[in-house]
Each structure stands twice: as structure tokens, then as C-alpha cells.
């Protein structure tokens, strides 16, 4: 069984990532600049986005975080994204996702500038992905795919499971995986909370792609032996004992499904850290583009 090593591999492209932002200024040229939006106060989306931008900063780009209150409304936000896509300075922008109930968040990303979008959630380049067409793909999936090249995974001809039909994560997941190309070339099935029998499906994948925040949810009677586990699961557990008042524990029960796994990811240090590494990757994709 082989680790999956996200913190590793993330911390590689984010070498890489620096010494590319090193020639830039050599070069006399301006750095890539990210910003990120955050709407209100929560936990986790506070320690991505700081994440995010303390991760600008290591590999060398210009960084802006733009809060805003969690009662701001649809019009201001969508007032703030039309000044992004009006400054030339910045290269690429997040809005941070989940937005609170009084803002339409498909409006929202609708309002961004898609050549500024390196989330890749608008439709325009959410389009191209699932055409084949150059754009930026979403930083999870993207994050994943890069983890897969990396360890040389074989994904031609397997059957791939994706758990969690997001956006975000499962939706472009099952149409990267059935893409031409490695990684790609897979027969995909994508499974979600109306799936009957689920695990009747996932016991015959060579590759299961789990994103659905239920914590230990896969459990090694789901799994034949020596599948690939992708755990994209990031859930805080309440507890006391620890000085962060939580743990963090992903979908897959991995104590025992390791022992049956031939490559799988851990949580934390699995696909968490690739995500940051790609929207990086994603920035300086768009400052080039920018630039070219
Ligand atoms: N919320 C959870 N994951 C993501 C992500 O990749 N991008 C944004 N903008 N919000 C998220």
C-alpha cells in the first residue's frame, strides 16, 4: 500500500510554483497576484482562505483578502467582483463558498470574469473542462488528478466510483476520470444520495473518489482489494480533549480500508494541501495568460 502523500507532493508544486515566480522577477516582470473573497465568519472557510493566502506568500505571489460581513447583500458583493474584474493589478480571484442564505451564489459566479476565475466554477469554464478545452479546472479535481500523474496511478480501463455529485468536487471528478488522456480513460459512475445498493457499486471499483463530509463512511467491507482511495472528505469533529477543540477526519474509515488499499489518500496531508497548490497553479496559469 502506498501513501498518497498530498503535503509532500503540494509542497513540490509550490517549489516549483517559486521558482518559476524567482525567473518572473528576474525578468523584471510583475508577480502573479490572488484574491480572495470571504463573506462572514465561518471556522473553516476563515482557515482555507488563510490557508490560501499564507500559501501566496511562501511561493512569492501578491496576495489580497477582501472580508466582508456576513450580513453583506447580493448587490455589494456582486459591486466588490466587478471591481476585481475591473483591476488589472490581480491576475485571479476566489469568492469563498459557502455564501449565507441571503446571496444567490449562482449570480455570483456568474459576475466573475472567467479569465479571472481560477476556481473554475463558471459555466463558461466549467464548459470547456467538460469539452476538452484548455481552461482552468476546479483546484480539488485538478489537485487529485495531479496526485494520480505524479504516483504514475493507472487509470485507463478501471472502473471509477466518485461518491458525491458537488459542484465542486464529484461533478467535474466524473468527467475528468472519463476524459481522453492520463490521468482519464476511465469508465465512470457517479453515485449520490439516491444511489440504491451503493455498496454493490463501490466493491467492484478499481478507484473510489469519495466526497461527501460523512466521516468514515467507506469502510473496508465496501472495497476490493487493491483499489485506489481518494479521500476528498474534510470534517470537523467537536473535541475537547484537543487544544483546536476538534479533530479533522476524512470519509474513509482508513485504519482498515489501507489494509486492502493499494494506493490511498490520508486526511489530513491528502488531497487538502493539492487544492491550495493548484488554485496557486491556477493563478499563475492566468497571470501568463494575462500577460501573453
Ligand atoms: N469551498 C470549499 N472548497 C472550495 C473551493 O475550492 N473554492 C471555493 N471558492 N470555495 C470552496
New binding site residues.
Partial sequence: MTILDGKKTSNDIKEEIKEEVSKMKANGEKVPHLA?VIVGNDGA?LT?VGSKVRACERVGFESTLVKMSSTTSQVELLDKIHELNDNDDIDGF?????LPPQIDTQKVLLAVDPCKDV?G?HPTNFGKMALDMSTFI???PFGILELLERYNVETKGKHTVVIGRSH??GRPMSILMGRRGFPGNSTVTLTHSHTKNITQITSQADVIITALGVPGFLKAEMVKDDAVIIDVGITRVPDETRERGYYITGDVDFENVSKKASFITPVPGGVGPM?IAM?LKNTLIACERHRA
Fill in positions: 480572495a472557510s482555507y476566489i469568492v469563498q463558498l459557502p476556481d466554477f476546479p483546484a480539488t465542486i468536487v487544492t488554485l
